[in-house]
């Protein structure tokens, strides 16, 4: 069950946290970053199976697998930025926290731009 | 697992009594201040009233005492015992070379004594006896430096030794 | 991947906030100072290399070469 031990290991963190937060908020925030690190890991096991479930369905269907693979890399990049911008809010750097955010929305754009030209192709090869 | 907590208790233990040591360091300074205040007093009237000569005045005057200084006024009586070449200025400045990175002596009474045996035998009894009181009251006011300096940072190095030792275990840990 | 590195970040702090607290009633901000940047920087190796370690599997899984 990770479960618990993704609750226990929250938990025992906020606990630290809050004891640390008055005398010393900067290793404060870095205990929440070691907490959801670790958190990640735990359920960074199962993740593989997700994405081995997600091409089993791209292969039986024949979409083209280039759809997929970008759909799972800004699903990442997603993941990153906001674990990212959370701990720059979390410091009270609400500005430094947004301009990753802004980071990360321009890659995921970048990213988008091959899915987009291949609708607009299909969508002028439909058109007479 | 053993061996780490072991080790790692080792290491403490051993940051715990260096930070001891550095606390030990003040109590023991303004001990040999008390000493050099007495072995000056005894000095004095030795040469004074007495008149003996200098090193056995030395020797008659250091003879209840323990500590650094001790062994810095019987080396100077033996050099002048048994050396008859050198003047007591050099032997002076010989013997005290030996105490220049005590850690137990501060410099200041370093220096007070260093000026005092410039003129130690050099002058007439009266100036002899304006230069003992001088030093004394020198070394009255180091021993005062000396007592803040203690309570300021004797607690300090005592608690910060065990703090350092339980650092360097956590972080190995 | 365990525990143990949020135990030793909280040790590290209470640790650090102790020191800070011994060294200015000894009237030594500036060693104070000095303390509380050198446990920041320590506990900001460790987590470093924790940040690295979920860079890598991020990007192992997403694919995200």
Redesign the interface.
């Known amino acids: 069950m990770e479960i618990i031990q993704i609750i226990g290991i929250g938990i025992i963190a906020a606990i630290f946290s809050v004891t640390i937060k008055q005398e010393k908020p900067e290793l404060a925030v870095l205990i929440s970053i070691a907490a959801g690190i670790l958190i990640f890991f735990l359920i960074a096991e199962r993740l593989p199976h997700i994405v081995g479930v997600f091409n089993d369905i791209v292969n039986k269907t024949q979409v083209d697998s280039i759809f997929i693979s970008t759909l799972l890399k800004i699903i990442g990049i997603a993941y990153i930025t906001e674990f990212g911008s959370q701990i720059c809010k979390d410091m009270g750097e609400n500005s430094i926290a947004s301009k990753i955010e802004l980071g990360g929305k321009v890659i995921i754009m970048i990213l988008g731009l091959p899915i987009l030209t291949a609708l607009t192709e299909t969508i002028l090869g439909i058109l007479p | 697992m053993l061996l780490k907590i072991i080790s790692n208790l080792t290491i403490i233990v051993c940051c715990t009594f260096l930070g001891l040591h550095m606390s030990y360091r003040y109590n023991y300074r303004i001990y040999n201040i008390k000493i050099l205040q007495s072995i000056l007093a005894h000095l004095e009237t030795e040469i004074i009233h007495y008149s003996t000569f200098l090193s056995q005045a030395i020797i008659n005057s250091v003879r209840p005492f323990e500590g650094e200084w001790k062994t810095f006024f019987l080396k100077v009586a033996a050099s002048l015992e048994d050396n008859n070449e050198h003047s007591l200025i050099d032997i002076w400045i010989e013997c005290l070379k030996g105490l220049k990175n005590n850690p137990y002596i501060g410099k200041p009474e370093y220096e007070i004594i260093y000026r005092f045996g410039m003129q130690l035998g050099g002058t007439d009894k009266k100036s002899q006896e304006k230069y003992f009181k001088l030093a004394q009251e020198q070394l009255k006011i180091e021993e005062n430096n000396a007592q803040q300096l203690r309570l300021?940072?004797s607690?300090?190095y005592r608690?910060?030794g065990l703090?350092?030792g339980?650092?360097i275990a956590?972080?190995l840990? | 991947m365990n525990i143990d590195i949020i135990f030793k970040i909280a040790a590290v702090g209470i640790l650090v906030s102790v020191l800070n607290q011994v060294l200015l009633r000894a009237g030594r901000e500036e060693m104070a100072m000095l303390t509380t940047l050198t446990g920041v920087v320590v506990v900001l190796l460790m987590v470093v290399n924790l940040i690295n370690n979920l860079f890598n599997s991020v990007k192992s899984i997403f694919r995200l070469y």
């Open positions: 300021r940072y607690k300090m608690s910060l703090l350092l339980i650092g956590i972080v840990f």
